[in-house]
């Protein structure tokens, strides 16, 4: 009769709908109570509160009772990057973590955010991390190599970089660091065939690829569908990647015998491309 308990049924029983409208009725009561002023947004795994989204000062400031409060907390989104990097560097909460993005980081001239960037990713102190992420931050060449290059990439299994400008001049390098990658996600950038390629010629072992909004086409979703190293992929997203009907065929007919969701809204798909699909 608690309806805590069936929350936490529902979720684990992936019935999303229905443990979102139960969340709906009883996330003020859910949520942990901070005394630490500030704002911050929860999401729930499996029952418990497991994500936290604040700034960056507020996040640090309530660092050691969100520690004592929260221990589901397993990731923490910091909506707007305000701080120095010695102060997220550290912070107890880091500990704690297992996966950490990073939103609207500074546009400051170059090579400030390389600098920083490098400092971060670099840290050993961020070695604890599993998932993490910089997104609607317009990055250039440099600052992906900071990123490709630092010792946070190889321990990784968890890269999200949507709306961060992604290239296809920095996927290459992105891959060869990552070899854990479980999940990547360069949604909403630049990447054309070329980069697709190189996701696709890397021995990984990837179960989820973002690549929607970005410029795939019908050479990049058969570089996909051809390669020796993606059989492992579960979730595929090609949203706005306009692959047309004959992208359909090359997946349809390709190696991805791993595939389980295949997302392809706005990709100039017609009947006759679901049908090969189906």
């Not at 309806?3 to 009883?26: M, V």
């Not at 120095?84 to 400030?112: D, N, R």
């Not at 960037?117 to 900071?146: H, K, N």
């Not at 004959?246 to 006759?272: H, M």
């Amino acid at each position: 009769g608690d309806p805590r308990g069936e929350f936490i049924e529902l979720q684990i029983g992936g019935k999303h709908a229905q443990a979102d409208a139960l969340l709906k009725q009883h996330r003020a009561a859910w949520e942990p109570k901070l005394k630490t002023p500030g704002r911050f947004a929860w999401s729930f795994t499996r029952g418990f509160p497991s994500q936290v989204k604040a700034n960056g000062a507020d996040l640090t400031a309530a660092a050691t009772e969100l520690i004592e409060q929260v221990p589901t907390l397993r990731d923490a989104v910091i909506t707007r990057f305000d701080l120095m990097a010695e102060e997220l560097l550290q912070s107890p909460l880091l500990k704690a973590l297992e996966g950490l993005a990073l939103h609207y980081l500074p546009q400051t001239p170059p090579p400030a955010r390389e600098t920083l960037l490098r400092e971060i990713c670099d840290d050993p102190r961020m070695l604890g991390l599993r998932r993490f992420g910089i997104s609607y931050s317009y990055l250039g060449t440099v600052e992906w190599q900071a990123i490709a290059s630092a010792r946070l990439m190889p321990v990784l299994e968890g890269l999200d970089m949507a709306l961060a400008n992604a290239k296809n001049d920095v996927i290459g390098p992105i891959m060869l660091a990552g070899r854990k990658l479980r999940a990547f996600n360069v949604a909403n950038g630049q990447v054309g065939t070329a980069g697709v390629q190189a996701i696709a010629q890397t021995s990984n072992v990837l179960e989820e690829l973002d690549l929607s909004w970005n410029r795939v086409g019908l050479k990049g979703a058969k570089a996909l569908a051809d390669s020796p190293y993606l059989s492992g992929l579960r979730v595929l997203d090609l949203s706005h990647c306009q692959i047309g009907d004959e992208g359909c065929e090359a997946i349809a007919n390709g190696r991805l015998s791993g595939l389980r969701v295949l997302r392809l809204d706005q990709s100039r798909i017609t009947a006759k491309g679901a049908l090969l699909l189906g």
